[in-house]
């Protein structure tokens, strides 16, 4: 999956678990709902549909084609290719898989979108 800004430029990708930024250094890794840096320290949790930071407290949730905070108030629309705010304007773009908690760990843990 490749993850565009709103201009289309690559931001990263994410490609069989590996989180990779544009030049395709590898950020961190998404496994089995453990999100890891790139040294593989773990620095958070996707179980189900809650986000949750490495000490397992909640952060927030990823349900359907929404990502929400920690009280559920939609922060992010993951929809047809887009990434939107919770007001509708589009922040950047998707292609390929549509792993949303893939997409999801990204935008948390990795871009500083939340």
């Known amino acids: 999956m490749r993850i565009m800004s709103g201009n289309r430029s690559t931001l990263a990708y994410i490609e069989s678990g590996r989180i ?32 949750m930071n490495s000490s397992r407290s909640t952060i927030g949730y990823v349900e359907r084609d929404c990502i929400l905070s920690g009280s559920r108030s939609t922060r992010f629309y993951i929809r047809g290719g887009r990434i939107e705010r919770s007001n509708g304007s589009t922040i950047g773009y998707y292609d390929g898989s549509e792993d949303i908690k893939a997409l999801a760990a990204y935008i948390v843990f990795f871009s500083g979108w939340w």
């Not at 590898?26 to 809650?50: C, K, P």
């Open 20 to 51: 990779m930024n544009a030049s395709r250094s590898t950020l961190g890794y998404f496994e089995n709902g453990t999100v890891m840096n790139a040294s593989r320290s773990t620095i958070g949790y996707i179980s189900g549909s809650t986000i």
